[in-house]
C-alpha cells in the first residue's frame, strides 16, 4: 500500500471535494481516498497507459450545468451505466436530434440524485412504448412517492403526571 496526498482536481473524486487536499491509498486492486482520515471513496484501480473509468456520478453536476452539454467526449461510454440509458441515449438522438445531449444529460443527472434503478425503470418503460420520449416523461415516471403526512391532533393537554409518577418510582 501507497500513500499519496493528491488534490482532489487530479481524481475524479466527488464534487464536494473539489480543491480540497485528500490522501489517496493504492492497493493492487484498489484505490481509496480519504478527507482528513475519513473513507469518501474506494474504486477499483485501471492498470495500464491512458486507462480510465469514470463515475458519472463525480462529473454529472459539472456537466448539466454548461449550456451546451455533450456527451461526445472522449469519456462518452462512462455516461451509460447500463444497457438501457445506451438505449435511451440513442432513442433519444432518433427523435430529439440536437437537442438528444442535454436531453441525457438531465436524465442522468436524475439518476445521480435520485434513485438510479427507478430512472432505469422509467427509462425500460418509454423505451418499451416505442414513442419519443424527454427528461420531464422520464422524471414523472421515476419521481419518488412523497407519503403524505398524517395530520394529528391532541384532545386536550395530555396529564404529565402519570410520567412524573413513573420517573419518580424508579426502574424496577
Known sequence: MEYYPYRSEDLYCTARLKGLEVEVRQYADRLEVYYKDKLMEEMERIHGVGEARIDYRHIIHS???KPGPSPGIGFRENLFPT????????SL???RGER???EYVRILY???TTMESEVERALSLL???GSPFDYIEVRDLA????PLIPRLTLLGVPDL???DALLAGGIR
Do not use: G, I, M, N
Not at 444497457?83 to 440513442?90: C, G, I, M, S, V
Not at 419521481?143 to 412523497?146: D, F, L, M, S
Open 161 to 163: 403526571k402519570v410520567y
Open 83 to 90: 444497457q438501457t440509458f445506451r438505449l435511451a441515449y440513442e
Open 100 to 102: 438528444a445531449d442535454v
Open 93 to 95: 438522438c432518433r427523435f
Open 110 to 112: 436524475l439518476a445521480a
Open 143 to 146: 419521481a419518488p412517492v412523497v
Open 63 to 65: 456537466l448539466v450545468r
Open 127 to 129: 423505451l418499451e412504448s
